[in-house]
């Protein structure tokens, strides 16, 4: 009998704390960083070739380089802190723990070994009734916490303690859909929760 190879692959621990404002409405979740090698800054969504950030300053700020310094080339990590806490986000991602069974960022060879403990996090978070996900794996893991299936992308399915957990397109540049459309998506969640 062969043995699963995967064990000898390193495992990950996720780099950050959660990133929990006061009075938090949301929380965003994807499914795990990039190798550091990737980062150009240090939080979440950290690849410059991810449209999270581009998607958010299109939505709150009308401009989608507002968080992002065009000649440096790398978002602006404060910048990106103040809109999250005047906007009522949180941040975390729905693994721990992984294995990155190809050495790349692609959540199709991700092995989550850990989960978040998402029930903890959301009693940090009592104003928080909306939990959403960055893509299919993310959301797959949530639904796995819940109990719930996995919401078409731009719905939503509501939990039985009345949590609504949101699939919304992954903001990578793998997923085929143009920056603006993947706004349309994010902007009708954002209105829904009412911060926009």
Not at 68 to 84: E, G, T, V
Request: some cysteine.
């Amino acid at each position: 009998m062969e043995s699963d190879s995967s064990e000898y692959l390193p495992v990950e621990c996720h780099p950050w704390e959660p990133f929990i404002p006061t009075g938090a409405k949301i929380l965003i979740m994807g499914t795990f960083p990039p190798g550091n090698h990737r980062w150009s800054m240090d939080f979440y969504y950290p690849n410059r070739t991810n449209d999270f950030w581009f998607v958010m300053g299109h939505i709150f700020l009308g401009d989608r380089y507002a968080l992002y310094d065009r000649q440096a080339k790398k978002f602006d990590p404060d910048a990106i802190k103040r809109l999250m806490a005047e906007k009522h986000i949180a941040l975390s991602d729905t693994a721990r723990k992984v294995r990155r069974l190809k050495g790349n960022a692609s959540d199709k060879f991700l092995e989550i070994l850990e989960p978040v403990p998402l029930h903890d996090l959301l009693a940090q978070m009592p104003d928080c009734h909306s939990v959403a996900t960055t893509g299919e794996k993310a959301a797959g893991v949530i639904a796995s916490i819940t109990g719930t299936s996995v919401p078409k992308m731009g719905d939503m399915v509501t939990a039985p303690d009345c949590l609504e957990i949101w699939r919304m397109p992954s903001t990578s540049r793998a997923y085929p859909l143009a920056l603006e459309k993947k706004a349309e998506y994010y902007a009708a969640m954002f209105r829904h929760v009412g911060l926009l």
